[in-house]
């Protein structure tokens, strides 16, 4: 026989009532139908959740119901209408993250008509917010209401199973098609953004097993099986941090799109690409690309703190002059970004951490991010995503960090100093997916395709490629010149191709011989990434590549590979130590900053930016090239035995550079 006690626990108090704010039909719609809904019985104490509704797009209110659902302790939920539309939520529930400001700074980025409607609120913005809609009849209303009722039955009793947790609803007006919408909380919104504040520890790389699916792959996990959940976490064309992403065939290859923030983005280069030989992956590659440039624009996951004169600091901050600044009348030229360096300037400095001294060390903010600058701390310099990357363990995203520097770094040594690196055989590539790129370039295009190994004193493997025209036709671009890196051989030069054929069928369609012949008859002129490229589209500026061998000997792929001699590793910590220390033997330092965003860590990721100080920096823009004061650039031909003395910064190649 089993003996059952009674518990002498209180039965659970049911949920407060539900307090119903606002004014209008959607107010007075929800309001009977929670009190229609509510069991008859004594008042309790609080309230359970609080909505807010409103027939327009009046979002006034919301700060102060905001500040006492925090104070009751209460989730809330907004409801109003725009263009058309109810919008049901997102459901806020303090003090977490992701609230109704976040969900309009998304959807404020990625309207294509941001700027315009922009305008329209700051002139009609009143009028705008308290105007009614004239399409809600008492059957769209009721729906409404029961919409609402039922999302607010389940933030009172299960808040993971509400649809507007981490969303939005938008209900099409009179149609009542409804619609979700995720959304990721923003960091930076000015009414739950909780970022910590950036310190020694979080600039610290403590290594942790990031052990390979094998010897020969150099990710912790492919991304490409992630396609389909990454678009579902980031893309969506009202809340996403992704408006759209878009996929097509683009010289012989996949390409994809993944556009941010098209109304308010700068630049094309600005969203995320992706390249390779199937679609999935090159969608991934898309995602991936953007997630890293919306953690490298500004610091999102930390809040900067540091502000201080290099003068004041310098015992554990990085020296801005090793990297590279311009010479000192530079910076009296009109309109020129940047300030001159004087160590008693405060500057904002963030958290990294310094392979060589083997702890935290502080770089100045506007070389780790590369987003625009407040006016009273403009940086040093140009600075832009190079080095930055994202991976799936903090090793990972260092790794490849470190090798885009290196990549970067081999372009322009060799095309300042005029290196005539060693051309390669494509057919003697074991993978034969190499030559087949090449041939398919040549047969849909009409270019003949060069590779040349672009081999440092650190030995890592990056391959220049090329197109060159072979038509004979003189409308069309004569070069394009492309670049990439990898700790393979073979991955690095299928890399560099597979970006090659996309990249040249637009720079066929956009090309412009006349701007070109401009372009080359001034340097000057050369102002954007878009630029470089086109100027060696015309004759005269494509015989500036004169100096790469078109002809002659050629190393096989199996000859580069064992002038490189990578050892092989089961975890990539080891990997990412094997590459810095070659830094290290060589006399650079490697510093890797965290820029990890909180969207990044949603996503299974991290994200870094790898500066090594003596490096040359990627810049765009001729009168930005960043070439002064970098004594490596100067000595280091002499060094791999391409002269017999060191340069003079007056032989230095004094035209732009054509990396794509």
Not at 133 to 139: D, I
């Amino acid at each position: 026989m089993t003996t059952e006690t009674a518990s002498t626990t209180a039965p659970a108090e049911p949920p407060g009532p539900v307090t119903v704010l606002g004014t209008g039909r959607l107010h007075a719609a929800i309001r009977s139908a929670f009190a229609a809904a509510e069991p008859a019985g004594p008042a309790r104490p609080g309230c359970a959740a609080i909505v807010v509704a409103s027939d327009a797009d009046d979002v006034r209110p919301y700060p102060a119901v905001a500040r006492r659902a925090a104070a009751q302790g209460a989730p809330w939920l907004p409801v109003r209408v725009d263009a058309g539309w109810v919008l049901v939520g997102p459901a806020a529930r303090p003090p977490r993250p992701g609230c109704p400001t976040c969900v309009a700074r998304r959807r404020a980025g990625n309207r294509p008509d941001a700027v315009g409607r922009d305008a329209l609120r700051e002139r009609f913005g009143a009028e705008l917010d308290t105007r009614p809609c004239a399409l809600l009849t008492p059957l769209v209303t009721k729906a409404v209401a029961a919409l609402v009722a039922d999302e607010v039955d389940r933030l009172r009793h299960d808040p993971g199973s509400a649809r507007t947790t981490g969303a939005l609803l938008r209900m099409r007006v009179p149609t009542g098609a409804v619609r979700r919408h995720p959304f990721l909380p923003d960091p930076l919104c000015p009414d739950c953004g909780a970022r910590p504040y950036d310190g020694p520890d979080a600039g610290r790389y403590i290594p942790a097993p990031a052990p390979k699916p094998h010897p020969a792959a150099f990710r912790v996990g492919g991304i490409s099986d992630r396609a389909a959940e990454l678009e579902r976490r980031f893309v969506d064309p009202e809340t996403g941090i992704v408006q759209a992403l878009v996929a097509e065939e683009r010289g012989g290859g996949p390409m994809a799109v993944a556009r941010l923030s098209p109304a308010r983005t700068a630049h094309e280069s600005h969203h995320g690409y992706g390249r390779s030989d199937d679609f999935a992956s090159a969608r991934a590659t898309a995602l991936a690309e953007a997630v890293e440039r919306i953690a490298g624009i500004h610091p999102r996951g930390r809040r900067t703190v540091v502000r201080a004169a290099y003068a004041d600091i310098a015992d554990r901050a990085l020296d801005p002059r090793t990297l590279g600044l311009y010479p000192d009348d530079w910076y009296d030229q009109p309109d020129f970004w940047f300030a001159r360096f004087h160590p008693e300037r405060p500057t904002s400095w963030v958290w990294g951490y310094s392979f060589r001294r083997d702890e935290p060390v502080l770089v100045p903010e506007s070389y780790a991010y590369f987003g625009p600058r407040p006016a009273d701390d403009p940086g040093f310099a140009y600075e832009c995503s190079n080095g930055c990357a994202l991976g799936g363990h903090p090793a990972e995203a260092i790794l490849y960090g470190l090798l885009e520097v290196a990549e970067r770094d081999a372009f322009l040594t060799t095309w300042y100093a005029r290196m005539p690196i060693p051309r390669v055989d494509l057919a003697s590539a074991a993978d034969r997916r190499i030559p087949m790129i090449a041939q398919r370039v040549r047969d849909r295009l009409g270019y003949d395709v060069h590779a040349f190994a672009a081999m440092l004193e650190q030995r890592v493997p990056v391959f220049w490629v090329m197109a060159v025209e072979a038509t004979g036709r003189p409308d069309r671009p004569r070069a394009l010149c492309g670049t990439a890196a990898h700790l393979s051989p073979e991955e690095a030069l299928r890399r560099a191709l597979d970006d090659l054929g996309p990249m040249l069928e637009g720079h066929i369609e956009r090309y412009d011989p006349e701007q070109a012949a401009r372009l080359a008859a001034d340097s000057g002129q050369v102002r954007l990434l878009e630029h470089h490229p086109l100027l060696y589209g015309h004759p005269e500026a494509s015989g500036r590549l004169g100096f790469l061998p078109l002809e002659g000997p050629a190393l096989t792929v199996a000859e580069v590979t064992a002038r490189l001699g990578w050892p092989e590793h089961d975890d990539l910590t080891a990997d990412l130590a094997e590459l810095a220390g070659r830094y290290l033997a060589s006399g650079l330092d490697v510093i890797a900053v965290d820029i990890t965003s909180p969207e990044a860590r949603a996503g299974g990721f991290s994200a870094a930016k790898v500066i090594v100080p003596g490096a040359m920096p990627m810049t765009f823009g001729h009168r930005h090239r960043r070439t002064h004061g970098l004594p490596r650039l100067l000595s280091l031909p002499r060094r791999l035995g391409y002269r017999d003395d060191d340069l003079r910064p007056d032989q230095l190649n004094p035209y732009p550079h054509p990396f794509p």
